[in-house]
């Protein structure tokens, strides 16, 4: 199959795009779309045979369910049921978040067919923030089911060239919507019912942080994903082999910790990039590739962080990529998820 790359960087071809992405999406094609967070790859959320393809071009089991994203805030009850107890909870959330990059798990309706949910009965929701992905997703007037647009197991892509080194060949077009502005997955929660307040469980750490949903309920603790189990069904994102470079990837603790193999090549990819963390003097690295230059900014390295670790991957001269750690709070926790799961997972071959 030839994929084609429609470009939306001015008008008339972002309408074009637009168009053409509509029209897929209501032939029962897949397509990879821009959002706000990472790629996604879409597909009409209420027609089960094109979910269905969702899952084969990614090579995803089919016990990992996907994400809908609607059209507009007012589909919700479409989708989804509000347990009782938690109307307002979500009518707040919703009304701050969306179009963002927030996800909720709420009970699904029976108009979500059960691929997309595979077999859950809860569904996981969002409205996407991305310009074009608004204007697909209402010019088609029906949810979209999107998961991250690579293949099962590997990084999720930040560009449409990512995209495109992930599933070039296997669907018939990639939206270029330009570089995603957070660059990391939505956050994940779940809401249980409470008193005084709600709780909130943060299946994935994502751009929404715990400081942003504090004042909507109480963050539960939850299990570290480690402890989670393949095919459990609680577990968003949660397979230890998620966001995996094909290299194997390092992630240190501090300086002392790294203990270098001889003969072998290392690629450091580096939190501010500063000599005085300790880091960059660690190894003649043939790479260093710096998430918040000087800054030592959160959410400036959340939205570099897959990039340039596709850059490691991709570099001829690095066998083995070592990751300093980032500060573990706001922005930082969701890209230390990505780095923990990615030093957890065996390396994948290309
Ligand atoms: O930012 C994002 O969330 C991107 C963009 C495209 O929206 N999507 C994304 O999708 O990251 P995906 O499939 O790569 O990750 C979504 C995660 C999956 O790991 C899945 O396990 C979890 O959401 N999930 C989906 N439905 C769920 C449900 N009913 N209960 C618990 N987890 C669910
Ligand atoms: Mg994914």
């Not at 009518?91 to 699904?108: H, I, N, Q, S, Y």
């Not at 296997?170 to 809401?191: F, K, Q």
């Not at 994502?206 to 963050?219: E, S």
């Amino acid at each position: 199959m030839l994929t084609q790359i429609a470009r939306t960087d001015h008008e008339p071809a972002a309408k074009e795009a637009v168009n053409r992405a509509v029209l897929h999406l209501r032939q029962g094609d897949v397509v990879a779309l821009p959002t706000e967070t990472v790629y996604g790859l879409g597909a009409d959320a209420l027609d089960p045979v094109a979910v269905a393809k969702v899952f084969e071009a990614k090579e995803r089991p089919a016990f990992d369910p996907l994400i809908v994203h609607l059209p507009h805030r007012k589909w919700l009850t479409q989708v989804a049921t509000i347990p009782a107890g938690l109307e307002e909870v979500i009518a707040r959330l919703t009304e701050t978040f969306w179009p963002g990059p927030l996800t909720l798990v709420l009970p699904k309706t029976d108009r979500v067919p059960d691929i997309v949910t595979s077999g859950l009965p809860t569904v996981a929701v969002r409205v996407s923030n991305h310009p074009i992905f608004k204007r697909i997703v209402k010019e088609l007037d029906r949810p979209i089911a999107a998961p991250s647009a690579n293949r099962f197991g590997r990084m999720s892509p930040t560009s449409a060239a990512a995209v495109q080194e992930e599933l070039q060949g296997r669907i018939p077009l990639i939206v270029d919507g330009g570089a995603c502005s957070c660059g990391l997955e939505s956050t994940i929660i779940r809401l249980e019912p409470a008193s005084p307040k709600p709780r909130i469980h943060i299946l994935r750490a994502g751009p929404v942080t715990a400081d942003h949903l504090k004042p909507f309920g109480k963050i539960a603790k939850e299990r570290r994903n480690e402890s989670v189990e393949a095919n459990a069904p609680e577990a968003p994102g949660m397979l230890q082999s998620h966001y995996a470079p094909g290299k194997p990837l390092r992630l240190l603790d501090s300086p002392a910790a790294f203990r270098p193999e001889p003969g072998l090549r290392y690629g450091l990819l580096s939190y501010r990039g500063e000599e005085e963390d300790g880091y960059l003097d660690l190894a003649p690295w043939t790479q260093v590739a710096v998430l918040s230059p000087g800054s030592g900014k959160l959410p400036e390295a959340g939205v570099r962080f897959f990039h340039l670790l596709r850059q490691l991957d991709r570099a001829g001269d690095v066998d083995e990529i070592i990751a300093e750690p980032v500060p573990d709070r706001g922005v930082g926790a969701a890209i230390m998820d990505r780095l923990r799961k990615a030093s957890a997972s065996r390396p994948q071959s290309y």
